[in-house]
């Protein structure tokens, strides 16, 4: 039943959180000033409201958690265990999609971050790396798939993405 | 007729070549991320919300509702053939449908949704055409009490009564709100919980968090939990139906649709009550009983996907006459009209005439495309299913990215989406609903203003929230809907 002490220590935790962030809340709520004029209630009062009611929520979600676990829980899809390396190498493409997108333009920050979230989303699999070709291939997929969509977005629609070159087309 | 010449001028609109062009591009995506698992209608209108910078509101507005009630088709090809619906409102449909596929009548299947989903919504939209202007007009008396009554409505039914969990559901709410808050207070211009990050001074965009939420935590929670999950496909059949079968269709299909339609127009957070109800319905109905939960029976096919495409068509009534959004995608909706510096209410059909009557004639243009698309070429759809996962998760995060960085320009979005991607996947995780914190993102800041408008022609009093018998109603059916299921459960124990 370990899996199932772990879903528990993460449902306190989530709870635990709810409540953080309520403090938070109520932290940045005092920092508001109340004048309120003709309106009656001034800009910290939703603050105020939303802070203590995330308490309540919080304090809530933490005494399901600790008596018995969240109540009327759907079991979750999927495995039981997180796969927490392919999570990595999906978060590093994100990470340096924002990282390198205004340095090296959309469509080559695009293609990285495709290329190492395939890579993870396949690794989740439990399919075997496939070497350099493969690394290679799904580089090329990825601009393939950005490029277009640059093109499309910036050049049809006039959407503003950041390009490498001045040309418009990289 | 007044309401007849309108709708001729709507056609007028809705028919030139390039906004029928729209409308067909729309309709093409909207069944295509339909069919994607992945990737829903609000999640796709939030990645082409950076379009409204460019494209006229009319057009974009035809462009989005054809992927609202495109994805609706879409999903339920995906609900029948796989084992995994492709949309919430869609998930009645997988019920039947999946088994009638397993026993070799997908096809009849496919045809029955195609069909009910084309005639719900056809008589939908003459219902939104016949009703909208008349609650329009009625609407231009409600003031700020009953509006923030209605946002109130709005919140607790999304938040409470969906979920099976109204604390989960609350929870999820509150978040919302919280990040509705941060950013430049509309009222008194007072800067709210930005800690001194100029990117925060103008708040969080909706895309932003529906794409974090929607799209990136798919695809993160795709890498951690579901790596290991296999998903079969259908044999296709031949798309057709015995007389039979159409005999046991069509009243499910009305049925379908009186049931989807009300509750689209309520606060009552989608077609997933309105789904299940219909598939009570029909399973008490029928005279085939044996069929249901062994073969799948048609009936529990047809009545779900008629009341679904009604009740995706009926919430445009609340949005544009109230500008009260009862579906994600419709608050996204709502955003991108905001982005016109539009204001969707009463006004709205006194002053972009035009345009509301442009976007009913499309739904009418719209649903005739889509049955084309979802009949004779339900089999070009079919192959999308054929894409690996792998690479079409991978694909989605290039899209996002189009969406988020479009919006703002700016790379801290990106980061902050990949934040907002990991929430997802523990809201997903532990069975929180993310439609609450999208409505609260959207209407929060509205409720707010209109509360404080309240009270101002109160002359600083909260009381003129209850005594004003419209405003005290929509309180009391609020305190309601918390309140009840509560004390019943409590009776029942007793």
Known sequence: MSAARSSRAAQAAIGAGTLLL???????????????????????????????????????????????????????????????????????????????????????????CYTLAVHGLRSAQGRRWGGPRQVLLDAATGLLLAAPVFWLFTLVLDVNLPGLTGTGWL | MEIWSDLL??????????????????????????????????????????????????????????????????????????????????????????RMARHGRAGAALATSAIGSFLAGMVATVLVALFAPTVAEWAVRLGPPEYFGLMLLAFVTVSAVLGKSRVRGL????????????????????????????????????????????????????????????????????????RGEWRRSWPAWLRGTAIGFPFGTIPAGGSEIPTFLSYATERRLTRHPDEFGTRGAIEGVAGPEAANNAAVTATLVPLLTLGIPTSVTAAILLSALQNYGLNPGPQLFQTSEALVWALIASLFI????????????????????????????????????????????????LYLMLAIGLLGVVMRRYDFPVAPVIVGLILGPLAEAQLRNAIAIGQGSAWILVERPMSLALLLVVAAVLVLPRVLAWKRRA
Request: net charge negative.
């Open chain 1, 22 to 112: 309520a403090a938070l809340l109520a932290w940045g709520a005092a920092g508001i000033p109340s004048q309120a004029g003709y309106a009656g209630i001034g800009p910290d009062f939703l603050p105020w409201v939303v802070a203590a009611a995330l308490a309540v929520c919080g304090g809530w979600l933490l005494h399901e958690a600790l008596s018995g676990g969240f109540r009327q829980l759907e079991a979750p899809s999927g495995a039981p265990r997180g796969d927490w390396v392919a999570l990595a190498w999906v978060a590093a493409g994100l990470l340096a999609n924002a990282t390198l997108i205004e340095r090296v333009g959309f469509v080559l920050a695009c293609a990285i």
């Open chain 2, 9 to 98: 001028g709507g056609f007028a609109t809705a028919g030139t070549p390039v906004n029928l062009l729209w409308a067909f591009v729309g309709c093409a995506i909207g069944t295509a991320i339909g069919v994607l698992p992945g990737l829903g209608p609000a999640v796709t209108v939030a990645m082409l919300l950076p379009i409204t910078a460019q494209v006229e509101p009319t057009a974009s507005l035809i462009f989005f509702c054809g992927i609202y009630i495109g994805a609706m088709y879409g999903g339920s090809t995906t609900s029948i053939l796989l084992n995994t619906p492709g949309e919430t409102g869609t998930m009645v449909t997988a019920l039947e449908g999946f």
């Open chain 2, 366 to 413: 719209g649903n005739v495309m889509l049955l084309v698309l979802n009949l004779p070429l339900v089999g070009l759809w079919v192959k999308l299913l054929k894409i690996p996962r792998a690479p079409l998760y991978a694909g989605i995060l290039v899209f996002a990215t189009v969406g988020v960085y479009g919006m703002r320009q700016s790379a801290f979005d």
């Open chain 2, 171 to 242: 929870t999820a709410l509150f978040i919302g709100l919280a990040l509705g808050l941060v950013g430049i207070d509309q009222v008194t211009a007072q800067v709210r919980y930005t800690g001194g990050i100029p990117e925060f001074m103008d708040g969080f965009e909706v895309v932003l968090v529906a794409v974090g939420l929607f799209a990136v935590g798919e695809c993160l929670y795709n890498a951690l939990y579901e790596g290991r999950s296999v998903s079969e496909v259908n044999r296709m059949g031949k798309v057709h139906m015995t």
